[in-house]
Structures are given as C-alpha cells and as structure tokens.
C-alpha cells in the first residue's frame, strides 16, 4: 500500500509561559493539528516555559531557543542590541532543528519574531505570520510591515484595526485575513461553577462595594498604577471605593511591583486591592463570577481575550482605547472607553456604580458581541489549516 505523504509544517511562538492569549492560543493551534498526526508532520520551536513540556509531548521534532524578540514598545537601547545579537543564535536553532530539509509551510505565532520572518526564506514559501499586536514606535511598525509584505505569504490579524494599517502602508490586499483568537474558558465553564469561592482561592472584599478585576501580569504595559491613582481619586471625594482584585503574575517584574505597593502604601489603599499571583482556568473562573466590571488599563494591546471572557459572563467592561480593543468595546454600548488617564477612569467607575441601568446595557450587548466573536472564532482554526496545507513537496 503507497503511504500518503505528509505534510511537513514548523510552528514557531515567542513564549511558553502559562499565561497570555497567544500562548493559549498556540496550544489550541497545536492541539488541532496533532490531531490529525496522519496528515501533519509537526515541528515547533519555543522557548522554554511552563507550556514547553505540552510543546515537546505534541511535536513530532522540536527545539528551545533562548527567550528574545522584537521590544514591542519602545525600551532601552541595550534590548535592542541584544535583539540584534539572537539572529545569530535563532539561525543556529533553526540549523539545528531543519538541517538542509525544507519545510511544506511555517507558522509564526506573534509579530515579534522577526528574524525567523528572514531565516526561514531557505526553508519553506509558505509562511504564514499572526499579527496579534501594535509594535511601537510607529515607525518601526511600518517598516515591519514593509519588510513582512514582501517575505510573508500569508499574514493574518487580530481585528480588522491592525489589517486596515496594514493595507495602507503596503497596499497589499491579497493573503490576508482576521484570525479571531482562542478563548480559554468555554462559556458554560463560566456559567456554572458551583465550587466553593474561598477553596478556589477567591479574594473576600467588601460585598456592599463594586468588585473590580484586572487580569494579566503585574507590568507596566499592563500598566496597573492607573488603577491603583483613579481609586485615590474617589477615595478622595468620599465616594465608595471599589474593591479591585489583581489576577496575574506580579513576579516577572519586581520593580515595577515594589512601585505599586509604595503607592498602595502612601495612599492607604491596601483595604481595597489584592494581587492574586497567575491563576489557574478554574480560580480565574471563579474569580471573575465575582466581580462586578472588568478592568483593562494597558497602555498597548492587541486584542485581549480578557476582554472576550468578560463578555461572555455578562461583566461591564472599562478599557483604555488602545490598539484593537476598539475593534471590539463600543463607548457606551458594550463597555465605556476611556485614555490614560485616572480621572476619566474614576468617573467611568463612578459612572457603572450610579448606574444599573447603564450596566445592564453593556451586559446585555456585551453577550452578544461575544456570541458573535465565538461564531467567527470556530472558524479560524480551519482557516488557518487551509494556508497551511500544501500539497507535500512542493517546498
């Protein structure tokens, strides 16, 4: 019996740590294709990280390389040049793991890494790259879309805000498409958690007070002090203060962790936030089924899928007006948009509180742009299988 030929694909991501949106989505991306083992030959490289164990269980062949890629914000000068020396080390893992075969078609994960983006032209024709954020400064970005219009086969987005930018500064228009990312919580595991909160590792507050929650790493993209200034704000016109839980990582950066517990400190604010530490599906469950209003201060986003989560439980959502989240949070008709600005974030707390009225309509629309997103979502893992799925050998 003739064997069929498989198709021989590498998967690239930036990061294998247990939290973030596109690492979750890089397991579901993986997942389905390991799936069909009789049909993909799957290769991956990522660095190493909580998740890299799963990566090496599901990958026919795989490789680490050491955690570096493009600053996606403007950052000292010496992460640049340290990006500028992984080439090197990125073309040596690339070496290693191919050697002189070539590849069907490659997956890049994020943006960011844009040395495979120039690696990977002796390797395969058909790349296919994720667009999951807004790099900046602005220039970088535009000569990044420059660059990827010309090596990239097929380049998908996170929201139409990041393609529309992309269309204008190349005017390319072919092989390209938005790719709605993965939710890490199907809506019925929301719904009906029936556990007990404090078990779960629920933060008690003050049940006659809004309950508030941010969800990522404790960073300053995230950018949480702004929280932490809008709660002085109302504290200082005596109105009552929410309770804000802080659900993510706050040990990636220290420093920036040690600023927010002086400000906690100087402004006695410690009655009203926690810091829960990374959370795992069924305490950020819980966690969230308890709080009132979504919160997302971060100063640059792609499309977080925080947001989406919050969607689907029926929270309000307050968001600064960064990168794609437009694309999604309506002003005043599925979520109140807001700039970086503790005043404006205060009144919108101050706004939801006075307000049922105003929380069951962004409650009511916000489940049904969720319904919406989750019907766009099932299909983008197909897809994205339909770029990647070449007739074997015509590497």
Known sequence: MRLIEKNKILFITHSSLISGGAEQDFDGILEHFASSKEKYEILSLFPEGERADGYKRISDFWAVYRHCFLPLKRRPLREYIQFLFSYFEQKKILKKLLGSSKVDSCFINVSVLVWFVFLLGKYTNNIVLLFREKIEPGFLRRLIYKVYCKRVKTVLFVSENLMNEFVAVTGRTNNLDIFRARMRLEKREFMNVKHDYEELGGVKGNNDVMRLICSGTVSTVKNQ???????????????????????????????????????????????????????????????????????????????????????????????????????IIKDNYNGLLIGNNEKELAEAILKLAGDAALREKLSSNGFETYLEYEREQKLSVYMLESYLSISPGKR
């Open 225 to 327: 002090i702004l929280i932490l200034r809008a709660l002085k704000e109302i504290k200082e016109k005596n109105f009552a203060v929410p309770f804000v839980t802080f659900a993510g990582d706050f040990n990636t950066d220290p420093a920036y962790k040690k600023i927010l517990d002086r400000y906690i400190s100087d402004y006695d604010l410690s009655g009203f936030v926690a810091f829960t530490g990374h959370l795992d599906r069924e305490k950020y469950t819980v966690q969230l089924n308890q709080s009132d209003v979504l919160v997302v201060s971060s100063v640059t986003e792609g499309l977080p899928l925080v947001i989406i989560e919050a969607l689907a439980t029926g929270k309000a959502v307050i968001s600064t007006s960064v990168g794609s989240i437009g694309d």
